[in-house]
Nanobody, 125 residues
Framework: QVQLVESGGGLVQAGGSLRLSCAAS????????MGWFRQAPGKDREFVAV????????YYADSVKGRFTISRENAKNTVSLQMDRLKPEDTAVYYC??????????????????WGQGTQVTVSS
C-alpha cells in the first residue's frame, strides 16, 4: 500500500514556474514507477510525465517536453515536477500516481494503482 500527498500548487502568471512535490508513504516506494497526470475542467485526465523506479529514465507528454522536469529522491520518498515557462493551458489539477510494475513507463492512468488527492495549478494570462 502506498499513500501519496501532493503539494506545491498555486496561482502563477504565464511564463512563471512552480514546483510540485509528491510525498509517498511505504517502504517500497523505490520500486514504483511514478507518474504525473493532470485534469483540466471539462477535460479528460491526461498524462504529463513518468520516471522509472531508479530515476534514470523519464518520458514526457509532447505538450510539456522541454518545460517540465520530473525527478525523484527515493531516500526521501518523494517525486517532484518542476514546471517552467508555464502557459494558461497548463491550468489543471495535478496528480501523482504510483505504478508497481517497474518494467514499464506507462502513460495510461488505469495502469497506476495509487493516486494522490491532487493539487491545483492555475496559470493566468
Amino acid at each position: 500500500q502506498v499513500q501519496l500527498v501532493e503539494s506545491g500548487g498555486g496561482l502563477v502568471q504565464a511564463g512563471g514556474s512552480l514546483r510540485l512535490s509528491c510525498a509517498a508513504s511505504g517502504r517500497t516506494f523505490s520500486r514504483y514507477v511514478m507518474g504525473w497526470f493532470r485534469q483540466a475542467p471539462g477535460k479528460d485526465r491526461e498524462f504529463v510525465a513518468v520516471i522509472s523506479w531508479i530515476g534514470g529514465t523519464t518520458y514526457y507528454a509532447d505538450s510539456v517536453k522541454g518545460r517540465f522536469t520530473i525527478s525523484r529522491e527515493n531516500a526521501k520518498n518523494t517525486v517532484s515536477l518542476q514546471m517552467d515557462r508555464l502557459k494558461p493551458e497548463d491550468t489543471a489539477v495535478y496528480y501523482c500516481a504510483a505504478d508497481p510494475d517497474g518494467g514499464r513507463l506507462s502513460t495510461r492512468g488505469y495502469e497506476y494503482d495509487y493516486w494522490g488527492q491532487g493539487t491545483q495549478v492555475t496559470v493566468s494570462s
